[in-house]
């Protein structure tokens, strides 16, 4: 009984409860306020001008470690390398999404449908000189590949089976994003990210319509009171006509970073109304003299809590 009541509970929420989890651990756990931060790989996704700030190469992978029924963001894998004043990057994403474009869960149809994502992104930005020495821009260039899967919601109420099936259909589009950050000074930054300005449109045909990446303007700023202290706050999808509209709804996102010693961080904020995220951050590098290979190692964790259910990440970077 309490099987199928725990079924029928995630029948009603269906996929349109899904999160907007963040990418990396680390931003996750400063309640995704994150892009006028973009001080490593993470730029990659949180905003592109933030890939002069990379100090060498790095890569990362961060996995999602439960409810991913309930969470979009699986998996996200990501490198780059600082050239001069700036960098460029790759990032692939895989994401699980609803699609909501098809009436699904009546009685006539009994499945609900999802689009099985995957998404790779080119990234670049750098820093200024001269007069815009305090000034970055970068661009992200993202390929969308979905394909369309549906689940029967009956069977998995009766037997448990939670799997979706393929249906042969994918749609494809490419995405581009613009960031900005501006120092204001030493301790302030501001930053900018609109994310998929042209909204690149997705067709699977007559019969399943197509679907509209929205554009969303996130602005930022970060308050670094000394070089282990971050605090930071966004707004996500920024809507000055309607921020009661229950689609893409205007979102206050604060976190904070404190590096309590050279290896150990702690972190935590709130993402949205709903929730509230901490985490922590372990580093470490060869000792001098080691023969290990000279990088920086980071394991992230973070977790995103809401009502006392908690999704947790984590992610693992070298630097070099």
């Not at 699980?96 to 990234?123: A, E």
């Not at 007069?131 to 969308?144: H, K, P, Q, S, W």
């Not at 037997?159 to 393929?166: A, C, D, V």
């Not at 709903?274 to 190692?297: C, D, Q, R, V």
Request: charged share 20%.
């Amino acid at each position: 009984m309490k099987r199928l009541l725990l079924y029928s509970i995630l029948v009603m929420i269906g996929y349109g409860g899904t999160t907007e989890a963040c990418l990396g651990a680390r931003p996750l756990s400063m309640g995704g306020a994150f892009v006028a931060v973009a001080d490593d790989i993470h730029s990659c996704y949180w905003n592109p001008a933030g890939m002069g700030n990379l100090q060498g190469t790095e890569l990362t992978y961060m996995q999602t470690l439960n409810n991913k029924a309930v969470i979009n963001y699986q998996n996200w894998a990501a490198g780059g390398m600082k050239i001069g004043n700036g960098g460029i990057g790759v990032s692939h994403v895989k994401a699980i999404n609803p699609y909501t474009y098809i009436n699904s869960g009546t009685d006539t149809d009994p499945y609900n449908y999802y689009t099985n994502d995957d998404w790779m992104t080119l990234s670049i930005g750098g820093w200024g000189t001269g007069l815009f020495e305090n000034t970055a821009m970068g661009v992200n260039i993202r390929r969308y590949s979905h394909a369309l899967e549906r689940r029967d919601n009956l069977a998995m109420m009766v037997s448990g089976k939670t799997t979706r099936e393929g249906m042969g259909y994918v749609a494809n589009a490419t995405g581009f994003d613009l960031g900005f950050l501006h120092k204001l000074s030493d301790e302030i930054t501001l930053g900018l990210l609109i994310q998929d300005v042209n909204k690149p449109k997705c067709s699977f045909g007559n019969e399943f319509g197509s679907m509209r990446h929205a554009r969303n303007f996130r602005p930022g700023i970060a308050w670094m009171p000394d070089k282990d202290t971050i605090i930071s706050m966004d707004i996500y999808y920024l809507n000055i006509k309607d921020v009661y509209a229950h689609e893409l709804q205007s979102e206050v996102r604060i976190g904070a970073e404190r590096w309590l010693t050279d290896k150990l961080a702690i972190r935590a904020g709130f993402y949205g109304r709903s929730f509230h995220t901490i985490g922590l951050g372990l580093k470490s590098k060869p000792a001098e003299g080691s023969t290990a290979p000279n990088m920086l190692y980071q394991i992230d964790y973070g977790l995103l809590e809401s009502d006392g259910d908690g999704t947790h990440f984590l992610s693992a970077t070298v630097k070099f």
